[in-house]
């Protein structure tokens, strides 16, 4: 099979190709490094890079028009809603008339294309009160980012609706694994808190920032499962122009989290607490029926995930 991941590089897209490079897939990566790394892919001399920007027409219609795909996973996107508050002209760009013209570019270039699967977020809801969060939930978007991620998902069925390009888009709630950024200010805090806890083993003095009392809830899932979530969704006639909630289905809060490493570690983290943070969601946890309903089952706990994600770092 041939599969195209854009932003392939980068957290999930590095998993995912790393997976699939496993399974001996023929795969080309699309990355313009701007948080990705090449050293997050396991095998470099098994997958065809493309160093560039899916903001290049020129450089995505030479992809695809050189190449018939099967599977197109697109990832790449400016990922954090604090980079899109700074920068919202440029997160639209990237995030809104990338996805259109690649979409474009599909309908006219790819006709055997089996599915492309948009990569949303479960920012799209805000901080509507009502929970555990449906894909028929209230959409209120707080930001650019999550204003554009659910054009992005709109768009990506009305091309299925319209144009017949197989599509779906996936909602991820809080993805946690190896290979996430730790060095940005906007990486996901499990990969923040696990960088605090490194640091310290290897001598140096810090503490981690804690925004707010450290009750806030998310659901955290773990890489494995997103992978698992991806193939059910590709390889599933029934999820063709639907979307779906990529969560647990359960909840944690930071404090758990913190007392979960604290016992994978062996030593208390120094935490300094500062107010929460603007626009800080306090729940959100999302209900994953829809996706269990076409054969998702999460394998891996809040302990097992992030006694896995220990073990990763280790063997690095
Ligand atoms: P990431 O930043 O690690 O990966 C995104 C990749 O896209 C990076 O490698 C980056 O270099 C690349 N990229 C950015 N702009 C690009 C451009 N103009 N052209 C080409 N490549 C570009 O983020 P991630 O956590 O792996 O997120 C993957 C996708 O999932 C994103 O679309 C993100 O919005 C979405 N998402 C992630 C989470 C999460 O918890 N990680 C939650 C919700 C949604
Ligand atoms: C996540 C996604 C975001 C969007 C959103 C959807 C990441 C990085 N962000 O935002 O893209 O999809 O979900 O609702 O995956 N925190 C600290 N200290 C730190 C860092 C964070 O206390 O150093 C707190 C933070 O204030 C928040 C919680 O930890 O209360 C989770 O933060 P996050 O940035 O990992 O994720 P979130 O849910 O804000």
Same mark, same amino acid.
């Given at each position: 099979?041939?599969? @195209?991941?854009?932003?392939?590089?980068?957290?999930?897209?590095?998993?995912?190709?790393?997976?699939?490079?496993?399974?001996?897939?023929?795969?080309?990566?699309?990355?313009?490094?701007?948080?990705?790394?090449?050293?997050?892919?396991?095998?470099?001399?098994?997958? =065809?890079?493309? =160093?560039?920007?899916?903001?290049?027409?020129?450089?995505?219609?030479?992809?695809? #028009?050189?190449?018939?795909?099967?599977?197109?996973?697109?990832?790449?996107?400016?990922?954090?809603?604090?980079?899109?508050?700074?920068?919202?002209?440029?997160?639209?760009?990237?995030?809104?008339?990338?996805?259109?013209?690649?979409?474009?570019?599909?309908?006219?270039?790819?006709?055997?294309?089996?599915?492309?699967?948009?990569?949303?977020?479960?920012?799209?809801?805000?901080?509507?009160?009502?929970?555990?969060? =449906?894909? #028929?939930?209230?959409?209120?978007?707080?930001?650019?980012?999550?204003?554009?991620?659910?054009?992005?998902?709109?768009?990506?069925?009305?091309?299925?609706? @319209?144009?017949?390009?197989?599509?779906?888009?996936?909602?991820?709630?809080?993805?946690?694994?190896?290979?996430?950024?730790?060095?940005?200010?906007?990486?996901?805090?499990?990969?923040?808190?696990?960088?605090?806890?490194?640091?310290?083993?290897?001598?140096?003095?810090?503490?981690?920032?804690?925004?707010?009392?450290?009750?806030?809830?998310?659901?955290?899932?773990?890489?494995?499962?997103?992978?698992?979530?991806?193939?059910?969704?590709?390889?599933?006639?029934?999820?063709?122009?639907?979307?779906?909630?990529?969560?647990?289905?359960?909840?944690?809060?930071?404090?758990?989290?913190?007392?979960?490493?604290?016992?994978?570690?062996?030593?208390?983290?120094?935490?300094?607490?500062?107010?929460?943070?603007?626009?800080?969601?306090?729940?959100?946890?999302?209900?994953?029926?829809?996706? =269990?309903?076409?054969?998702?089952?999460?394998?891996? #706990?809040?302990?097992?995930?992030?006694?896995?994600?220990?073990?990763?770092?280790?063997?690095?």
């Amino acid at each position: 099979m041939k599969y @195209l991941v854009t932003g392939g590089a980068g957290f999930i897209g590095s998993n995912l190709t790393n997976m699939l490079i496993r399974h001996n897939h023929e795969i080309i990566v699309i990355d313009d490094l701007s948080m990705g790394k090449l050293e997050n892919i396991d095998d470099l001399t098994k997958i =065809k890079f493309f =160093k560039g920007s899916i903001t290049d027409n020129y450089l995505m219609e030479d992809i695809l #028009t050189k190449y018939q795909f099967d599977y197109v996973f697109h990832l790449a996107a400016v990922a954090s809603v604090a980079d899109s508050v700074e920068r919202p002209v440029e997160t639209h760009e990237v995030n809104y008339n990338a996805v259109l013209n690649i979409l474009n570019l599909i309908r006219e270039h790819q006709p055997g294309l089996k599915r492309f699967v948009f990569a949303s977020s479960a920012a799209v809801y805000g901080d509507d009160p009502e929970l555990p969060k =449906k894909e #028929t939930s209230p959409i209120k978007p707080m930001t650019q980012y999550a204003i554009d991620k659910f054009a992005a998902e709109r768009t990506t069925i009305v091309f299925n609706d @319209l144009y017949h390009v197989p599509t779906s888009s996936v909602r991820f709630f809080n993805v946690y694994g190896p290979n996430q950024n730790p060095e940005s200010p906007y990486s996901g805090v499990i990969s923040i808190l696990q960088d605090c806890y490194n640091r310290i083993l290897s001598g140096e003095k810090i503490y981690f920032t804690l925004y707010g009392d450290g009750s806030q809830l998310r659901d955290f899932i773990y890489i494995e499962d997103v992978l698992q979530a991806l193939m059910i969704v590709v390889e599933t006639v029934d999820s063709l122009g639907q979307v779906f909630n990529v969560g647990t289905g359960k909840e944690a809060d930071l404090q758990q989290i913190i007392e979960e490493f604290n016992n994978i570690y062996g030593f208390e983290l120094p935490v300094k607490y500062q107010d929460k943070r603007a626009g800080d969601i306090h729940r959100s946890v999302a209900d994953i029926s829809n996706l =269990k309903n076409i054969g998702f089952c999460p394998k891996n #706990t809040i302990s097992e995930g992030l006694y896995k994600f220990v073990e990763c770092y280790k063997d690095k």
